[in-house]
């Protein structure tokens, strides 16, 4: 099996060899380069055009919101994952808003990591589908509204956000705790009805909408987004 390629940027040379030695342990990663500054890294996924960069917010020179910036001006099919310190829902909101496909809070577990390197490179999507659909079921991307046959639906930001993540993983299950990853911020825990809720109101107004509920809950695995089959 073809190994995923990472570049990893960090300024610490020792958290960069301990990630890389272990990354490669797996078997399943091959680390192409490292980078110890924006500037480099910037440089090095341009020329390197790794599948995944792992990204450390708190870079020298450029920081990573900056190089994701820089980045997604031309390079839309990178996957970002962003470490760091910070765990808030805000700055989880920004990194993805700067164009970041994940997020993952430091201190982490490496098979965590592994894991979300692992989904990002199945999610069969890039920064620039600015139109997600489903069936008669279209999210714009850039505006954040759902519509059926160009009729908006009236959604919460809960609604919206579970709506778009389904929607880019469409076909694949979503755990619940992918969910509170995405979606929520750390204060919710696996078992709140919190998300069931919200799931369970998005649910009501797509079936109300299209006549059918294109939600599918599969035991074991997770919500997956379907179109109804002719």
């Not at 954040?144 to 930001?157: F, H, I, K, P, W």
Request: hydrophobic share 40%; proline share 2%; glycine share 6%.
């Amino acid at each position: 099996m073809e190994k995923i390629t990472v570049l990893l940027a960090d300024s610490s040379a020792e958290y960069r060899m301990a990630l890389r030695e272990e990354m490669e342990k797996s078997g399943d990663f091959r680390v192409v380069g490292e980078a110890e500054d924006g500037q480099h890294t910037v440089q090095m996924v341009r020329q390197m055009k790794p599948q995944i960069l792992i990204l450390d917010a708190m870079l020298p020179l450029l920081d990573g919101m900056a190089v994701l910036r820089t980045l997604r001006e031309t390079d839309h099919e990178t996957r970002v994952l962003i470490l760091s310190a910070r765990s808030e829902v805000t700055d989880k909101v920004d990194g993805l808003d700067a164009g970041a496909n994940d997020y993952l809070a430091k201190p982490f577990h490496l098979a965590e990591l592994e894991a979300r390197i692992r989904s990002l490179t199945r999610r069969q999507f890039t920064q620039h589908d600015v139109v997600l659909s489903c069936g008669d079921l279209a999210f714009d991307t850039k505006a954040r509204t759902a519509s059926v046959a160009g009729q908006v639906l009236t959604l919460t930001r809960k609604e919206t956000g579970i709506l778009e993540y389904l929607l880019l993983n469409k076909g694949c299950p979503v755990s619940q705790e992918e969910l509170i990853d995405h979606v929520w911020d750390n204060s919710v825990d696996n078992f709140s009805n919190s998300i069931r809720v919200h799931i369970s109101s998005l649910r009501k107004k797509l079936r109300a909408a299209l006549g059918y509920d294109p939600i599918r809950n599969r035991i074991g695995e997770g919500y997956v987004m379907e179109a109804r089959s002719e």
